[in-house]
C-alpha cells in the first residue's frame, strides 16, 4: 500500500486531502481509499460591520478584495453599513444583489451567481473565500453556487436571519428546492467561517424572528435540556426584544448570547462532526421527516412547520413510552409561548404523511426511517426506526385531540409563507 499526502502543493489553506492505494492480485484491480479535511469555524461578534471589528478584515485583506453575494433585503437594509466596512478597510468591494425568497430558491438562482462568480464575472481564485450574507434562503443557494464553482469554492457565512445564524448558515447542506421536495438537489459545503451578529436581527420581520426560534427550540428539545430551560423562561423575551438589540438591558443580552451559542454548540457537535451526513443519527432532522411534504401543501413558514412535526412527534413520543405527557405539554406550552404552531390539519391527511414517511425514508438510505423523538425527557432523543401506518395515524389522532383543547386550536401566529412581511 503506499500513502500519498503532499502539503506543499496544496490547492487551498482551506482543505487538505489525503489517500492510499493498493494494487488488487494479479495487477488487475486498484483501490483508493481517500480522505477530505476541513475546518468550519463559528463565531459570535458583535458589530460585524462596525470598522473596528476586525474579523472579515482579516480574512479579506490578504484576498485583496471581497466578493460578496447579499440578500437584497439585507443590502437594503445593512449594504451601506457593509459598503462602509470595506471602504474604511481599503479592501475593495464587489457585491452581487440577490432577491432571496423562497420561490427564488432554484438552479437559476445558482447559475446567475456562478456566472458573476466565475471567468466571465468576478474571475475568483479556487481558495478566494466568497462573502454570503443573508437568511437562509441565500444561504442555501449562494452555498451550492461556491460548492459548484472550480468544484468547491471557500465562503465566509453571515446569517443575518435567526434561521441562518444557528442553522441554515453553519449548515453543510447547500441546496435549492426540487419540484417535488424542498431542498431536493444539493451539495455538503460547509462555509470555512460563520459569523455571527444578533444586531441584524434587530431589522428582522416579526414572522421570520418568531419561525427561526422553531430552530433553537428543536435542538433544545432533543440535545439541551439546559437551552429548553432558558427558553421556557426568556424566549418570549427574546423574541420580543429581537434578541437584546430593542430592549432587555445587558442581562437580556448575555441570556441571548448564551442562547445562540447553546444553539450553535448543540449543532455543530452534531452536524459539524457529520459534516457528510455519513451516519444518520442526526438529532438535528428533529421536526423534518413528515414537514418536507406538508410544509410546502400547507404553504407554512418553514419554523411552523417544524414545530407541527416536533409536536406530533412529541406525541408520537408518549405513544411508544418514550416520553411522558408532561415532556410532551412543556413543549407544546413552549412553542405556543412564541407563537409557533404545533397543530395544522394538513397532517390529518394519512395519505400525504404516508407519502412523505416513504419518501423521507429513502432519501436517508431506504434502510429505516430514522424519525427523530425525544426520549427520556426533554434534551435528550432516539430514532424511531419505523412508524406502522396504524401508530402514524394513532398519533395524529391522539395529537388533534390534544390540540382541540387550545382555543385555536394549535395554530401559530403568522404561520403561513403569504403572512411574512417582506421588509
Ligand atoms: N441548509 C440547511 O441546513 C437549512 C437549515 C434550516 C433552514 N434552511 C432553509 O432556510 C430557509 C429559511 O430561512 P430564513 O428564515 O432565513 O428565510 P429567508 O432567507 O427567506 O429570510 C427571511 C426573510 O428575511 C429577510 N432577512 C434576512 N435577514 C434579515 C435581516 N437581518 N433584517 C431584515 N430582513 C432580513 C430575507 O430577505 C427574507 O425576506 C428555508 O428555505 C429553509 O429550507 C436550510
Not at 459598503?83 to 468591494?93: N, S, T
Not at 419554523?303 to 408520537?316: D, F, I, K, Q, S
Request: aromatic share 6%; proline share 4%; charged share 25%.
Amino acid at each position: 500500500m503506499t500513502a500519498l499526502h503532499v502539503d506543499k502543493y496544496a490547492t487551498s489553506p482551506h482543505y487538505s486531502g489525503s489517500g492510499s492505494i493498493r494494487c488488487g492480485s494479479g495487477r488487475r484491480s486498484l483501490t483508493v481509499d481517500a480522505t477530505f479535511d476541513l475546518r468550519s469555524e463559528v463565531r459570535l461578534v458583535d458589530g460585524v460591520f462596525d470598522p473596528a471589528t476586525p474579523d472579515l478584515a482579516e480574512v479579506y485583506r490578504p484576498a485583496g478584495r471581497c466578493v460578496a453575494i447579499v440578500d437584497a433585503t439585507v443590502d437594503r437594509l445593512h449594504g451601506r453599513a457593509l459598503r462602509a466596512y470595506f471602504a474604511a478597510h481599503d479592501i475593495p468591494l464587489e457585491t452581487m444583489v440577490c432577491r432571496a425568497l423562497e420561490e427564488d430558491k432554484n438552479l437559476d438562482a445558482v447559475c446567475r451567481m456562478a456566472g458573476f462568480l466565475g471567468s466571465d464575472g468576478c474571475d475568483l481564485a479556487r481558495d478566494e473565500p466568497v462573502l454570503v450574507v443573508g437568511g437562509g434562503v441565500l444561504t442555501d443557494t449562494a452555498g451550492l453556487a461556491c460548492a459548484l464553482l472550480n468544484r468547491r469554492t471557500p465562503y465566509v457565512m453571515i446569517g443575518t436571519s435567526v434561521v441562518s445564524a444557528v442553522d441554515a448558515g453553519p449548515s453543510p447542506r447547500t441546496c435549492v428546492n426540487g419540484t417535488l421536495m424542498k431542498n431536493a438537489l444539493g451539495a455538503y459545503h460547509p462555509p470555512v467561517l460563520t459569523l455571527v451578529d444578533r444586531a441584524l436581527f434587530a431589522t428582522l420581520a416579526p414572522e421570520h424572528l418568531r419561525h427561526g426560534m422553531a430552530e433553537i427550540v428543536k435542538m433544545a428539545a432533543v440535545d439541551d435540556e439546559e437551552l429548553f430551560g432558558r427558553l421556557q423562561r426568556h424566549g418570549r423575551a427574546l423574541l420580543d426584544t429581537r434578541f437584546a438589540t430593542t430592549g432587555g438591558g445587558p442581562e437580556l443580552a448575555a441570556v441571548a448570547d448564551e442562547v445562540l451559542f447553546r444553539s450553535l454548540y448543540a449543532y455543530m457537535r452534531h452536524e459539524g462532526t457529520n459534516m457528510f451526513e455519513t451516519r444518520q443519527d442526526r438529532p438535528h432532522a428533529y421536526g423534518h421527516t413528515w414537514s418536507t411534504k406538508f410544509e410546502p401543501v400547507a404553504g407554512l413558514l418553514h419554523g411552523h412547520a417544524v414545530a407541527v412535526e416536533m409536536a406530533l412527534t412529541a406525541t408520537l413520543a408518549t405513544l411508544v413510552g418514550w416520553l411522558d405527557t408532561d415532556g410532551r405539554d412543556a413543549l407544546l406550552a413552549l412553542c405556543r409561548d412564541l407563537g409557533l404552531a404545533v397543530h395544522h390539519p394538513v397532517i390529518e391527511d394519512l395519505e400525504l404523511m404516508k407519502v412523505a414517511q416513504e419518501t423521507v425514508r429513502r432519501k436517508r438510505g431506504g434502510s429505516a426511517l430514522w424519525a427523530v423523538a425525544p426520549r427520556g425527557g426533554l434534551g435528550r432523543c432516539d430514532y424511531l426506526a419505523e412508524v406502522e401506518d396504524s401508530l402514524l395515524a394513532e398519533a395524529v389522532d391522539r395529537h388533534r385531540a390534544r390540540c382541540r383543547e387550545f382555543p385555536d386550536g394549535g395554530g401559530g401566529l403568522g404561520m403561513y409563507l403569504r403572512d411574512a412581511r417582506w421588509t
